[in-house]
DNA sequence: CGGCGCATTGAGGGCGGTCAATTGGTGTGG
DNA sequence: CCACACCAATTGACCGCCCTCAATGCGCCG
């Protein structure tokens, strides 16, 4: 049921026997949230974070002209809140893409998890540093590049991190996005994201029917991006 | 020494003498780092994480066609790698916008923090959320406000950041940066970052003379830059 | 069949980019 | 004290990426 985070845990380093156990038990009660429904709302103080173990979900925030920016994408496998065990107060919202199965670790199961094993503490930090890290990228990709390099650099992300947690199969993944979300994520324009991945099917570089991406050819596509997964950490060495 | 940092993290939470001794004893041994030199290259494996003690620095990334991006403002008090104490190699470089005076904390310091120090652990990971929320904060202004609005939002932080660590005087700040580095920071050109900075002091917002910038009108900037500083966690809260 | 949400396309406009010249402040050498 | 170099700030002209508005196509479902 949490083997999706098992499984990225093991990609950073080696998890032993009870660590797996821990994070098993961790999981206090599961959840199912529907399509556009808020898994956690902006202002709450929540006293669980929350796992996200199927479905596609987003955090985000609203501006007073009713634009929206999503600042990360969560796919099965992540905490989409891990940080309100110390962050008390959510400064952002985060809403299902699409149907939700998430699981509720209470934060003082958390307290007991940092108190009690060192290890296994130290890998869930590692994992809000990489959605720090993520974070960076996209800074990058928003500030410094044109749509269509920024748009192969979301694609090149998702499809590595799907592959991580077994999402993927050869070269696709579902992506569950309109092309409005896809928008909210890139901080462009919902006729501007339709025109590049019009552009991105013309020079071959992915086919894209319905929710389904393709990546036709993952080098072309790698060097548009000037896609570097090191921020990803895939590498298991001891931390 | 070290001060800046007890400075801020009580502002988090309550610092126990013990707790303040060992951040004093962390620091191995200081370095003097001149203007523009990197603090931390892409790409190395740092053994020790730096704590900016003096100056102001800056993470970015480098592309290939010669662009950068700045992910991170630093200022005294602040780690500027403490993640890599987990994420062994750095996806991006630190530079030093000025003159800067470092402390070195060694990893193996680190890890005897965490293994022996958990509420100053559970402190320095949540330095590492703000890190993360004032990034997301970044990804909101520039995928979705003006220019104008996001150096509005950058004024507001930084003024916050530097009178958390006693850095301001008055309603004034000092801010060492070239208005080509603040392109680098908001994706914009440096004649674009010009042409704003003309129009927030045309608006009397704020007086920007050389590196000294005063906010005239806090409320009014606060604003327009729909800036709500709950991302800074500056409530002491048991954490 | 009609309604609805999403994708797609066209036309026109504006925010911010690039290129280039000018101003102004500061430091250095004569 | 001035000439000069250098760097950052400033300004103008023009351009283009991406935005807005609006219409149309298209698949799905009641």
Redesign the pocket.
């Known amino acids: 049921m949490i083997s999706r985070l098992i499984r990225r845990l093991e990609r950073y380093d080696f998890l032993s026997d009870e660590e797996k156990q821990v994070l098993k038990g961790a999981v206090a009660r599961t959840k199912e949230v529907p399509a556009d429904e808020d898994l956690v709302r902006e202002g709450d103080r929540p006293t669980d974070s929350t796992l996200l173990l199927d479905g596609f979900a987003a955090r985000y925030k609203l501006l007073r002209n009713g ?1 929206r920016q999503i600042t990360a994408l969560h796919v099965p496998g992540d905490f989409v809140d891990l940080h309100s065990f110390l962050q008390k107060r959510m400064d952002h919202g985060v809403v299902a893409f699409t149907p939700c199965r998430i699981g509720l670790v209470p934060h003082s199961t958390l307290r007991k998890i940092t108190d009690q094993h060192l290890h296994l503490s130290r890998l869930l930090w590692l994992t809000t540093l990489i959605d720090a890290a993520t974070h960076r990228e996209w800074l990058v990709a928003m500030g410094r ?4 390099n ?1 748009i192969a650099h979301l694609l090149c992300e998702l499809f590595l991190r799907l592959q991580t947690v077994g999402l993927t199969q050869e070269m696709s993944f579902e992506l569950p ?7 909210d994520v ?13 552009e991105l ?1 013309t020079k071959e570089l992915v086919t ?1 029917r ?1 929710d389904t991406v393709t990546i036709e050819d993952w080098l072309r596509l790698q060097g548009v991006a000037e896609f570097d997964p090191t921020f990803l950490n895939l590498e298991n060495e001891p931390r």
Chains 1, 2 share one sequence.
Do not use: C, D, Y
């Open positions: 634009k590049r044109p749509a269509f920024q996005l309109t092309q409005a979300e896809l928008g890139l901080g462009l324009s919902t006729v501007h994201v339709n025109r590049i991945i019009k099917r894209w319905g």
